[in-house]
């Protein structure tokens, strides 16, 4: 079935620190790829997403890559702040057609301290 | 206000007790999910709604666990029996569009603690 496999955390930068968090899937056709951040004391939020192979998500600095020939999707900051501490999901949607539920990754904690 | 609200925010049930968490989405989604987060994993889909139809009930672990939707806005998730295993935190999520067609609004989520 399908499914998502993140890094393990947690990771802890330096602000300022390059991030990658890596993701990669199995899944039935290509679905959208999506990362869903989690602040502490907040609810689940879309970070970015991609709809199709090659192409690549952005916002607030992040940013992912749709790969298919990698089956991957790994996020990726140049230049971490304390503000980014939180926990980061990966996921994607199934059934292919129907789209009526997420699978997400274990999550990935990022701690940036000054 | 503007998005999903959960209630309450925390529960303490004993061992065998019924809870109710309930779920405001956010005004006139059509969709609405529940998903089941234990400590330190990712969340797992229980159920969707589409108006007040349940269309997917696939994740529901037992027949202990039953939501509803009967008007089409305000959901409720039902624990009968609680045990310690369903200790957990308890997400909605709900989407202006028919299932991920646009994208979901989660809520702060309800924290289960069974003891």
């Known amino acids: 079935g399908d499914s998502v496999t993140q890094m393990e955390g947690p990771v802890t930068l330096s602000e300022e620190a390059f991030l990658t968090i890596n993701c990669t899937y199995t899944?039935?056709?290509?679905?959208?790829l999506f990362w869903y951040v989690q602040y502490p004391g907040e609810g689940l939020q879309l970070l970015l997403k991609?709809?199709?192979?090659?192409d690549k998500g952005s916002n607030k600095g992040f940013e992912a890559t749709y790969r298919k020939e990698t089956t991957s999707f790994h996020l990726e900051k140049g230049s971490v702040q304390v503000s980014d501490s939180a926990v980061y999901f990966c996921?994607?949607?199934?059934?292919?057609?129907?789209?009526?539920?997420?699978?997400f990754g274990a999550g990935t904690r990022l701690a940036v301290h000054p | 206000g503007a998005g999903v609200s959960q209630s309450p925010r925390y529960k303490v049930a004993k061992r065998g007790q019924d809870v109710a968490l309930r779920c405001d989405p956010i005004?006139?989604?059509?969709?609405l999910f529940w998903y089941q987060q234990a400590l330190g994993q990712g969340p797992e889909f229980l159920t969707y709604?589409?108006?007040?139809?349940?269309?997917?009930k696939s994740g529901l672990p037992s027949d202990r666990f039953f939501a509803e939707r009967p008007e089409g806005s305000v959901s409720t998730l039902k624990i009968q029996r609680t045990q310690q295993e369903d200790s957990a935190v308890y997400l909605c999520?709900?989407?202006?569009?028919?299932?991920?067609?646009?994208?979901?609004?989660f809520g702060q989520g309800t924290r289960l603690t069974v003891v």
């Open positions: 999520a709900s989407s202006p569009g028919q299932g991920l067609k646009a994208e979901a609004f």
């Open positions: 709604f589409q108006n007040e139809a349940q269309l997917d």
């Open positions: 899944a039935t056709g290509y679905p959208s």
């Open positions: 991609a709809t199709k192979a090659d």
């Open positions: 996921a994607l949607p199934t059934p292919p057609g129907g789209y009526n539920k997420l699978i």
């Open positions: 005004s006139g989604h059509v969709s």
